[in-house]
Antibody
Framework: EVQLVETGGGLIQPGESLRLSCAAS????????MSWVRQAPGKGLEWVSV???????HYADSVKGRFTISRDNSKNTLYLQMNSLRVEDTAVYFC??????????WGQGTLVTVSS | QSVLTQPPSVSAAPGQKVTISCSGS????????VSWYQQLSGTAPKLLIY???RRPSGIPDRFSGSKSGTSATLGITGLQTGDEADYYC???????????FGGGTKLTVL
């Protein structure tokens, strides 16, 4: 079964760092586009980042320079390193296989709360 | 303010049909594929339509997608109470070099 499980969310203070993990099963992360999408409480979906199979990355302007998407092929896991976190980064973070043509499947999401 | 524009809400009676529009520009919908997602309350989004008009296996043919110029449309026929959810369109923006979502549309089945 193709599945994604995110971990790493939590309560963190502004300015601090956090790394999210997305463990994949049933397929190989390195052979696929992989993306992060977030959803602030009560708000819509916001595209965050994509990692191509060839290693190319793209980021939303709102996180560029602060967030880094990466993968560990040996662990078949996708990551999102989030630095200099802001209150406005508070959201449920979803990982998904694919890119904007097709996000499927999605993980269950992990909540990141940035607050002092 | 989302790059893609969707109506905030739509409603219809059970058994009826509804369409949800997604309006963009030449740099996004005009030159890239659109996909659509259903998000039931408290759950992760689910793929409904990809590559503008293709349905993944397991998605009933009550759901359809189309694209014309800089707009895309999701259609749902034979509405059921279980279709009550938020619906999102998304595509790539070649000018921004980033993905862009619509603001989402809340479907109410009266």
């Amino acid at each position: 079964e193709v599945q994604l499980v995110e971990t790493g969310g939590g309560l963190i203070q502004p300015g601090e760092s956090l790394r999210l993990s997305c463990a994949a099963s049933g397929f190989t992360v390195s052979n696929n586009y992989m993306s992060w999408v977030r959803q602030a409480p009560g708000k819509g979906l916001e595209w965050v980042s994509v990692l191509f199979g060839d290693g190319t990355t793209h980021y939303a302007d709102s996180v560029k320079g602060r967030f880094t998407i990466s993968r560990d092929n040996s662990k078949n896991t996708l990551y999102l390193q989030m630095n200099s976190l802001r209150v406005e980064d508070t959201a449920v973070y979803f990982c998904a296989r694919g890119r904007t043509r097709q996000f499927d499947p999605w993980g269950q999401g992990t909540l990141v709360t940035v607050s002092s | 303010q989302s790059v893609l524009t969707q109506p905030p809400s739509v409603s219809a009676a059970p058994g009826q049909k509804v369409t949800i529009s997604c309006s963009g520009s030449s740099s996004n919908i005009g030159k890239n594929y659109v996909s659509w997602y259903q998000q039931l309350s408290g759950t992760a989004p689910k793929l409904l339509i990809y590559d503008n008009d293709r349905r993944p296996s397991g998605i009933p043919d009550r759901f359809s997608g189309s694209k014309s110029g800089t707009s895309a449309t999701l259609g749902i026929t034979g509405l059921q109470t279980g279709d009550e959810a938020d619906y999102y369109c998304v595509t790539w923006d070649s000018g921004l070099n980033a993905g862009v979502f619509g603001g989402g549309t809340k479907l109410t089945v009266l």
